[in-house]
């Protein structure tokens, strides 16, 4: 049991290095040119090693891809306003900062090489709307209103994301909140109360 333990701890610490070597890696070229030798030089650790934790660098880049919609997916899932403005810019901040501290994240935005993280995204958007829908009481028409209204936001979020991304984040993280939680309160909230 305590050996096991150990390898555990062991395999963690090495996929930290993978992945930390990865992000470090993102400052000097963009994820689709990172090569297994980069990472193993940048991690410490020889290739063999790579290989045990990862098939080939799309694998790598898969399982940052499924990390990165997963943190959008537990985001989401604590976007409760309540017609609360302040919980709502709140939330619509730490989107901003997540998307600008994530430099995977903000390539995956600028890219030609996004149709696979687009692809999990939009499944992980139709995981949120199902599972959201059964806790808002109503009708069966309010809960298609409601779900429009989710993937209406869902979507002018991203494109506001998209835009601000592309435009190498040249307002502040609190404007573009602001600007979020301005269109949500001006139209969107009345289908979440």
């Known amino acids: 049991m305590a050996e096991s333990l150990v390898l555990d701890e062991r395999y963690a610490v090495v996929e930290e290095a993978i992945i ?14 990172i090569s297994v030798s980069d990472i193993v030089k940048r991690a ?11 098939k080939d660098m799309p694998a790598l880049i898969n399982a940052i891809e499924d ?4 943190d959008v997916f537990v985001m989401m899932k604590q976007f409760h306003p309540h017609g609360s403005r302040e919980l709502c810019r709140s939330y619509f901040l730490s989107m ?3 998307a600008q501290e994530n430099k995977f994240l903000s390539d995956i935005f600028v890219s030609s090489n ?5 692809e999990k995204s939009l499944k992980m958007f139709h995981k949120y709307i199902v599972e959201t829908l059964p806790r808002i009481p109503g009708t069966k028409e309010n809960e298609e209103c409601i779900g429009l209204a989710i993937a209406y936001t869902i979507g002018g979020v991203i494109g506001i994301l998209h835009k601000w991304i592309k435009d190498d984040f040249d307002l502040p993280a609190e404007d573009v909140a602001e600007v979020l939680t301005d269109i949500f309160f001006s139209g969107t909230i009345k289908y979440f109360s």
């Open 44 to 54: 410490g650790i020889v290739r063999s090693t790579f290989y045990n934790h990862y």
């Open 96 to 98: 901003c900062n997540y």
């Open 67 to 70: 990390n990165t919609v997963n």
């Open 20 to 33: 930390g070597a990865f992000f470090l890696l993102l400052n000097e070229k963009d994820a689709w040119h």
């Open 114 to 118: 996004a149709f696979s993280y687009l």
